[in-house]
């Protein structure tokens, strides 16, 4: 596991954050990766439900609109940030959406822009202490 993504999920863990994992994120995953890899016994896992769905596809009209204007690299479909962000969108616990996807930070930046996501997108390549304002004395 990277890094930074380690010092988070400690950090989210040491501070009370429920951990959540989307079964679109695992899929993603397993393609390089093994799920045992993964902590799941750590995290919640989310389903995809309807309600998702519904929020997807006001995320991904927004996104195929202004698709010219984003200069995605090698990107032809977004569904999966889409769905992604829906979830997180959708989930009442959930306050952060990490990932190192700088593609992916694109779309979450228009979204900003179009609508309101409640989640704050946090780039996995920057450090937790950064991200938050703290002392790294450690």
Known sequence: MHLNAKEYFKYFAENGFELAISTIAIAEYCV???IHELPL???QIVPFNLDHSK???E???IVFQNK???KLNE???IPNDTKLFAQADCEKSIQFYLSSDTESLKIYNLLRQ???PKFQFIDLNIPYNETF???NLG
Do not use: E
């Open 75 to 77: 990107r032809n479909i």
């Open 133 to 135: 304002g703290l002392l």
């Open 32 to 34: 390089g990766g093994d």
């Open 41 to 43: 016994k750590n995290l």
């Open 59 to 61: 995320f991904a009209k």
């Open 114 to 116: 179009q609508t309101n």
């Open 68 to 70: 010219a204007k984003l």
């Open 55 to 57: 929020r997807t596809a």
